[in-house]
Structure formats: C-alpha cells, structure tokens
C-alpha cells in the first residue's frame, strides 16, 4: 500500500534536517494567544513552515507558524508556534505530521499546550488544567491508513497517553510557583464553531473536564511513536451555556483571557520544562 504519509514527512525531514542546529529533549506546541511564550527561549534559530515543502501552513489569526529552537534553562527545545487545526480542512495526518516531525528531530518529550472551555463545574475562567487523560472519538484517528512502520505499531496502547512522571513535574513547578492547577480530562472536538450547550452536556457526562479543537490527536500520533506526552489547557472561558442562557462565546476572549494569563502561563511552562531536563 502507499505509504504517501510517512514520505511527505520524510520530504519534510530531508528539506529542513541541515538547518536543525541540536537534538532537542522537548518539543513544546503553543495554544491558541499563548504564542508569547516563545519570547522566554534563549533561541538560537527559527524555521518558518511556509519554507517546508508539502508542510501545512496555520490560517487562523493569533497562529504564527514557524519552529523555534533554543533552550529554557539548560533544556534543548524545539518549540511551534502556530499549530494547525483539523477545522482548517488539513487531513488529519497532516495535522499531526509537526508533531511527527519533531519526533524525527530527536525530541522524546511532546509538551502539549492550548485554550480550552472549561466543563468542570469547579474551574474558572484563568485556570490550568493539567491533562491527565483524553476523549479523541470525535476527531478521525490520525492513525488510520497503512501504518508507517518506522514510526509506531499497528495497534498503539494508548492506557497512559499522558506521562506520569512528566505529569508529577508540571505538578511540582505549579506548586513552586503557587499556581493553582486543576486536573481533567480533554476532550477534542472538531470544532471550528464553538459547542452548543447541549454538546456541553454531553461532553460532560462522557467524563470531560475541558474541551477544544486541538491537541488529542497530536497526543496519539506522539503516542504511536512513543514520545512522553504531557499537556495543558489554559481554560479560557466557560464552556458554552455554562453561565447560561445569555452566555456567548468569541475567539477575541479567548485571546484577550489568554493575554491576561500569559505570565502565570510562561512561569508555569518554563519551569516545568527546566524540570523536565532530569525527568
Ligand atoms: N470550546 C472549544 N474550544 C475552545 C473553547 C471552547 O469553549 N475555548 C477555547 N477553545
């Protein structure tokens, strides 16, 4: 069978391998207005996706798409800023091919970051929340198609998507910094309309605590090739028609509650990330 996917990616690798300046240990994607945390990387160089031939380029205002590598403390990153969503009408194994790509650059961590709607009655709006576990079953799987064998197996376990002990590490740097760090379950939507309150209710009693458009496929693709995995949601807002019925929902709050949030968030990424050098 054609494995066109893992070629494109091997195309991707090949165009850009001479310009990878060091083996990063984590590959960090940056969420929806959370992009400003690429100002806190000592960087050392950049390369813009629109310069990968085949690579999928974000249309959403607030993605800026280019790679950033540089460290935080003494930790090699590699960091997107500006991912892209399935909503933007990629394929969906184009949506995790970045996060594949990062694996061929050596990256054994995929740190996972993005805006959410809280469905958890005990979270606000400001929040974090530690992703503990997700619901991927309304996005098509990115695995589906003839397995690239060289990444991963046919039939990945996904019991523990999210690393525990990275887990305990973004605990451990939340704690340092007094940061208060709910805990949940993602749950990914295609979106790109946000969710009526009905699919609020029913994400909720399916076991979700946040919900999004992003992120749990790149979890299982990572998965798939098995990188540690570990995540978080910014909650942004309250998921819909949780404030009730006069309660509406714009991409403009997203980013202006995100803005808000951006020093707790860069203090929280940072220092999990330098702890992630001895995890
Ligand atoms: N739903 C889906 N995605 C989101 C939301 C939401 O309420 N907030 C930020 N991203």
Redesign the pocket.
Known sequence: MDDHVYQKLLKCYEAIESRIPFTPKVALVLG?GLGGFADEIEEDSEILYRDIPGFPVSTVPGHEGKFIFGHVGSVPVVCMKGRVHYYEGYDITDVVLPARLMHLMGAEILFLT?????INRNFTAGDFMLIRDQISSFVPSPLIGPNPDALGERFPDMSRIYDPVLCDVIRQAAAGLDITLQEGVYLQ?T?PA??SPAE?RMAGILGADA???STAVEAVAARHMNMRVCGISFI?????GLLGPDQT?SHEE?KARADEAAPYFNALVRESIKRMGEA
């Open positions: 929806s993005n805006a959410a709607g809280g939507f979106g946000y969710e609020v919900v999004g458009m942004s807002n309250a998921a819909a929902l997203v």
